[in-house]
């Protein structure tokens, strides 16, 4: 590159471009963001020498030109597939790529780590770059990092990617409005209506604040003096950080002179890179859409539509939605929150019912959440709808703020379990074990589309303390299967459009022994065990007989495991419950469980530490297990990261489908043979 005039450089942003969209329009992916940044990709790889000079990219799913530039373009057909290219940085995967990440707001943290490292280290180079973009800067810890960088002068470069993009979509309807949900957003759009873009010319006259201080105070007064006249001071200066800005994102030839001037500085001052991009710059139907087309599936490249095929039931989310709406119209008192995610929690459902009763505070987790619980103080009911994975950044406001002063705070947990291509930084595999051990919460996983519904009348009517809905990423299974796997007994085999709520911590038995369903039964804990072993002589030992609990999604594996598995014996006698809750647990359930059967296996969609531990620590203090009669088999996610792949083949990698459960059933009733291996 550092070959090519200015004329080619542009010619190669375009190239680069358009093979983005073909590649993109083959396998899906994020989208938009990346044409965003095309130009600055380009310069940014021109001024600078990686991998010696680190670039670091905030939200990391803008980094697809920056992957095409560095060796990975024959790769783009593998683009989050199976053993295939990530869809953000990953360090173990190209040198190039610095810093790691699918969450958001890292990347100042990072690179000042960066530069104090080399500055410490005495390396002869000292070139940090974080470029933050996508609503990205809205995050609290970009403060911090700010806050801190200016404090410590620490030498950097940070590229404010402003393409007026904080949540997905923007343009919900909320409280707030359809504006961007931060007032930041609205700042930095102001500096840039308030002045034309800054050219080269410009940027040197002002460069003069990144001298030495003894030939800087030379003209100190003047230059502020002017520079106040002109912005009034930003933000950005306040905290330290020498300001630059606005700059057109998509010109190269004014874009790389400044770059290369803050390359060859001397200075330790902090400096921010103001520049403004348009979401999508280059593709007309992208920049066309409301959502700006940033992710995609498969796509008609001359049109932009999408290649969707028909889904057989409804999505988990858009269900919760619109059963949040159901409740909403009964209860005024009912609010939704999200964290820049109207569109991946069905907030943007909820918005257009009740804009009013809609709130998106931008990617800030932690101040969602004390967010809800301080409305949970005066009155209101709270939904917070946060992913899995992001609820994790606020950790510390669900104890500390809700969970301690016992806050009636309803937290939404969308894509729980694994979430297919999207990947390790993605998947919301540890909530039930971080939740799990915190007082007061109640926690449930509904199995189906109908439980769902239910779910979220009962949180709706909690009204004592917080609770926990958790559910996956996907869709349901549409009337035939709840009718034929399940066994629900539909009304004109339609699925009821409503929910009602269910008892607190009380699971429900779906699988007799011999495959007889259970769902129309009055389910007690109590009556004899002989009367449940279902026809034949199925499970006259007790060895036989075998308990699956579920929690979550993998009742559906669990009815195919158990039906399979009493297919290849018929001495076999299986019991398939679903737990509904991990806290509290349903005890009768279990207690009877274990008095019936010689065998528990527990599944759930999460890692260790979750739903099977807490079985297990009740079945051991309760001496179940004292007399060595039952045997216990928890089945959770490994102690692994998953890599993209689809959701099929993450639970089959994770040993969590149909196959696996038969297996672990027919292992432990000593159905097969074990193989032992030699030492």
């Known amino acids: 590159m550092n070959r090519l005039n200015m004329k080619e450089l542009e010619?190669?942003?375009?190239?680069?471009r358009w093979e983005i969209i073909e590649s993109v329009s083959k396998t899906g992916?994020?989208?938009?963001s990346s044409l965003g940044v095309t130009e600055l990709t380009v310069a940014l790889h021109y001024v600078f020498d990686m991998p010696e000079d680190d670039i670091i990219w905030d939200v990391a799913h803008q980094c697809y030109p920056h992957k095409m530039l560095t060796g990975r373009r024959d790769r783009f057909p593998t683009l989050r597939q199976m053993n295939g290219m990530s869809g953000f940085c990953k360090r173990k995967e190209s040198e190039y790529d610095s810093f790691g990440a699918g969450h958001s707001s890292t990347s100042i943290s990072a690179a000042q780590g960066m530069s104090v490292a080399k500055s410490t280290l005495n390396k002869r180079k000292n070139n940090c770059i974080a470029v933050i973009g996508d609503g990205a800067i809205t995050g609290g810890m970009a403060y911090e990092a700010m806050n801190n960088a200016g404090y410590l002068s620490s030498r950097m470069i940070v590229v404010l990617n402003d393409n007026g993009q904080v949540s997905l979509p923007t343009g919900t309807q909320s409280a707030g409005g359809v504006k961007p949900a931060s007032?930041?957003?609205?700042?930095?759009?102001?500096?840039?209506?308030?002045?034309?873009?800054?050219?080269?010319?410009?940027?040197?006259?002002?460069?003069?604040?990144?001298?030495?201080?003894?030939?800087?105070d030379?003209?100190?007064?003047?230059?502020?003096?002017?520079?106040?006249?002109?912005?009034g001071g930003t933000i950005f200066e306040e905290l330290g950080f020498f300001y630059v800005g606005p700059i057109d994102g998509h010109d190269l030839e004014n874009m790389v002179p400044i770059l290369e001037k803050l390359r060859d500085s001397d200075s330790n001052k902090p400096v921010l890179l103001h520049i403004k991009t348009t979401k999508g710059y280059g593709y007309p139907p992208a920049m066309a859409a409301s959502d700006r087309m940033h992710?995609?599936?498969?796509?008609n490249i001359g049109t932009g539509v999408q290649v969707k095929g028909k889904a057989a039931a409804p999505s988990f989310t858009s269900i919760f939605a619109n059963s949040m709406i159901d409740a909403a119209t009964e209860d005024r008192a009912i609010v939704g929150i999200t964290a820049a995610m109207p569109g991946?929690?069905?907030?943007?459902?909820?918005?257009?019912?009740?804009?009013?009763r809609t709130f998106d505070v931008g990617i800030a987790e932690q101040h969602a959440v004390t967010f809800a619980a301080g409305m949970a103080c005066e009155g209101l009911k709270p939904f917070c709808c946060i992913y899995s994975t992001f609820m994790q950044r606020g950790y510390d406001q669900v104890v500390h703020d809700v969970a301690i002063q016992n806050l009636p705070v309803r937290m939404i947990l969308d894509r729980a379990g694994v979430v297919g291509n999207d990947g390790p930084t993605h998947h919301g595999c540890y909530d039930l074990a971080y939740m799990g051990c915190i007082p007061n919460l109640t926690i449930m996983s509904p199995s189906d589309e109908i439980e769902l519904r239910n779910m979220v009348m009962t949180c709706a009517g909690i009204d004592d303390g917080p609770s926990v809905l958790r559910y996956p990423r996907g869709v349901g299974y549409g009337a035939d299967k709840l009718q034929g796997l399940f066994g629900y007994e539909l009304e004109n085999d339609e699925i009821p459009t409503k929910g009602t709520p269910i008892e607190i911590g009380k699971g429900r038995i779906i699988r007799r022994p011999g495959g007889i369903r259970a769902l129309s039964e009055e389910i007690?804990?109590?009556?004899?065990?002989?009367?449940?072993?279902?026809?034949?002589?199925?499970?006259?030992?007790k060895e036989d007989r075998v308990a699956i609990l579920t929690l979550g999604t993998r009742l559906s594996e669990a009815l195919i495991a158990a039906d399979e598995a009493e297919e290849m014996d018929p001495d076999l006698a299986i019991t398939v419950a679903d737990a509904r809750f991990m806290k509290?647990?349903?005890?009768d359930l279990i207690r009877e469980l274990a008095k019936d059967n010689g065998i528990i296996i527990t599944v759930e969609e999460g890692s260790i530490g979750g739903f099977g531990d807490h079985v297990l620590h009740f079945l051991t203090l309760d001496g179940a297990l004292d007399e060595g009669e039952l045997k216990f088999r928890p089945m959770v996610l490994p102690d692994t990261y998953f890599e993209a792949a689809t959701q099929y083949e993450q639970y089959e990698m994770a040993g969590l489908n149909a196959s696996h459960i038969k297996g672990t059933v027919l292992r432990l009733a000593k159905k097969v043979e074990v193989p032992v291996l030699s030492e």
């Not at 010619?11 to 680069?16: D, F, G, I, K, V």
């Not at 992916?29 to 938009?32: A, I, L, N, Q, T």
């Not at 957003?185 to 040197?204: C, E, G, H, K, M």
């Open 218 to 231: 030379v003209n100190k007064r003047l230059d502020e003096y002017a520079r106040g006249l002109v912005t």
């Open 29 to 32: 992916g994020h989208f938009s």
């Open 295 to 299: 992710g995609v599936g498969k796509f």
């Open 11 to 16: 010619q190669l942003a375009h190239e680069l």
């Open 584 to 587: 509290p647990l349903d005890i």
């Open 524 to 541: 007690t804990a109590n009556g004899s065990s002989d009367s449940k072993l279902g026809g034949g002589s199925r499970g006259q030992k």
């Open 183 to 216: 007032q930041l957003s609205a700042y930095t759009s102001n500096l840039i209506v308030s002045q034309p873009f800054q050219d080269f010319r410009d940027f040197a006259k002002g460069l003069n604040r990144l001298f030495p201080e003894n030939v800087q």
């Open 344 to 356: 991946g929690t069905g907030m943007d459902i909820f918005g257009r019912r009740f804009p009013k």
